[in-house]
Nanobody, 124 residues
Framework: QVQLVESGGGLVQAGGSLRLSCAAS????????MGWFRQAPGKEREFVAG????????FYGDSVKGRFTISRNTANLMVYLQMNRLKPEDTAVYYC?????????????????WGQGTQVTVSS
C-alpha cells in the first residue's frame, strides 16, 4: 500500500524559510518521480517541484525557481522541499505526490499517489 505523509508546514513571515518533508512507503522507488504541488483557496493545484528518484534530476515551476529546492534521501525514503525567501503568495496547502512512470511531468493528473497535504501560511 502506497502512503505519502507530509509534514513541516506552518506559519512564517515573508522572507522566511520552511522545510517540508514527505515520508513515502510502498513505492518501487527506482522508477518513480516525486513531486510537490500546492493549492490555494479558489485556485487550481499548481506544480511546485519534482525529482526523479533514479538519478535525482530536479525540475521546478516558474514561480519558485531560485527560491525552492527539492531533494530526496534514498536511505530513509524521504523527499524534502526547502522553501526560502517565502512570499505571501506562497500560502497554500502543499501536497506530496508520486508518478509511477518516473517521468518529468508538471500536471497533477499525471501523478497517481497523493498525500493529505500540509498548510503553509506566509504572513506579510
Amino acid at each position: 500500500q502506497v502512503q505519502l505523509v507530509e509534514s513541516g508546514g506552518g506559519l512564517v513571515q515573508a522572507g522566511g524559510s520552511l522545510r517540508l518533508s514527505c515520508a513515502a512507503s510502498g513505492l518501487a522507488f527506482s522508477s518513480y518521480t516525486m513531486g510537490w504541488f500546492r493549492q490555494a483557496p479558489g485556485k487550481e493545484r499548481e506544480f511546485v517541484a519534482g525529482i526523479k528518484w533514479s538519478g535525482g534530476t530536479t525540475f521546478y515551476g516558474d514561480s519558485v525557481k531560485g527560491r525552492f529546492t527539492i531533494s530526496r534521501n534514498t536511505a530513509n525514503l524521504m523527499v524534502y522541499l526547502q522553501m526560502n525567501r517565502l512570499k505571501p503568495e506562497d500560502t497554500a496547502v502543499y501536497y506530496c505526490a508520486a508518478d509511477i512512470a518516473g517521468r518529468e511531468r508538471y500536471n497533477a493528473p499525471d501523478y497517481r499517489y497523493w498525500g493529505q497535504g500540509t498548510q503553509v501560511t506566509v504572513s506579510s
